[in-house]
């Protein structure tokens, strides 16, 4: 019924990274838009929502679902461009750690190989996995990379993971606040939403104990 308010005129939406979501409820998602849409053809439904989407063509449903919709190919012969493009980022980042972590040249060019073959074309999970890789020493490095599952499902589930089992029911509460949140909330802000309070008996106020 939002959508159809004459009081707030046309919305404009735009939804990147469909490819990215969970798959059962992502096309549950992309069939009530369809629904959407096709009633929107309707002159009564007076639905003002303008939506654009913005997605791999995977899982294999996405094109089959919004099969019906105007689609608009955005470079579609440029993979050559992008595993280039990757490539050198990945070099860019080994080389930064070969140097200061001080990696022989053997080491250098495993790191090389298993970033390309981990990161999935993602250059977030290169950034991620190099950021980590700093903390161990040369030595430590070639276990250290079996820690880091490819593509950026399984890094952030290990994220998740290395959260200790005391922190993980309030992790989550601020997990759903930044998330939810329609602008970034000041420390005392999320301590009040999550519901943490000073510890005056020890001298610690909301923001020290929510920081």
Not at 4 to 32: F, M, P
Not at 45 to 51: A, D, E
Not at 80 to 104: A, G, M, T, W
Request: hydrophobic share 40%; proline share 4%.
């Amino acid at each position: 019924s939002m959508v159809c308010d004459s009081v707030l005129g046309t919305a404009y939406c735009v939804l990147d990274g469909l490819d990215e979501c969970d798959e059962a409820s992502l096309e549950a998602l992309l069939k009530k838009f369809r629904s959407l849409f096709s009633m929107k053809s309707n002159e009564s439904s007076g639905c003002r929502l303008k939506l654009i989407t913005v997605s791999r063509d995977l899982p294999d449903f996405i094109p089959e679902v919004l099969s019906c919709f105007p689609r608009l190919r955005l470079d579609p012969d440029a993979m050559n461009e992008i595993n280039s493009d990757i490539r050198l980022f990945i070099d860019y980042k080994v080389d930064q750690l070969s140097l200061s972590k001080n990696y022989p040249k053997l080491l250098r060019s495993h790191v090389r190989k298993v970033f390309l073959e981990r990161a999935k074309g993602t250059f977030l999970w290169v950034g991620i996995v190099a950021n980590e890789l700093k903390k161990y020493a040369s030595t430590e490095t070639e276990n250290a990379l079996g820690l880091f599952p490819p593509g950026l499902e399984g890094l952030y589930a290990r994220m998740l993971l290395q959260i200790g089992e005391r922190r993980r029911e309030v992790a989550a509460k601020i997990l759903r606040w930044v998330v939810m949140a329609l602008r970034p909330l000041s420390l005392s802000e999320l301590a009040t939403a999550v519901g943490i309070t000073a510890k005056s008996s020890v001298g610690l106020s909301c923001e020290e104990v929510i920081r």
